[in-house]
């Protein structure tokens, strides 16, 4: 029975690890996810995707200026990273 609990604690932390972040910026003060992306592309991001997350930040999904695979969360307000993986 312990190591069945251990088992769903150490599942359960590695969920919440993986969650999304949550921003809380209403919608009328976001930036346009167009301009957005350009933003991006001209700080070297090659963007793949650019979405709205269940938590409610922009998600990249894309490559980094070195070329390395990335999920960056942003703040639709501030555009400032929440969260990158």
């Known amino acids: 029975m312990k190591k069945m609990l251990v088992m769903?604690?150490?599942?359960?932390?590695?969920?919440?690890?993986l969650a999304a972040p949550t921003c809380n910026a209403p919608e009328e003060k976001w930036v346009s996810p167009t301009y957005f992306e350009a933003?991006?592309?001209?700080?070297?991001?090659?963007?793949?995707s650019l979405d709205i997350s269940a938590g409610k930040c922009f998600?990249?999904?894309g490559k980094d200026k070195a070329g390395k695979?990335?999920?960056v969360y942003f703040d639709?307000?501030?555009?400032?990273?929440?969260?990158?993986?």
């Open 8 to 17: 769903i604690a150490a599942g359960a932390a590695s969920f919440s690890a």
């Open 39 to 48: 933003e991006l592309q001209a700080q070297g991001y090659q963007v793949e």
């Open 59 to 61: 998600e990249l999904k």
């Open 76 to 85: 639709p307000e501030t555009t400032e990273v929440v969260d990158k993986k």
């Open 69 to 71: 695979q990335v999920v």
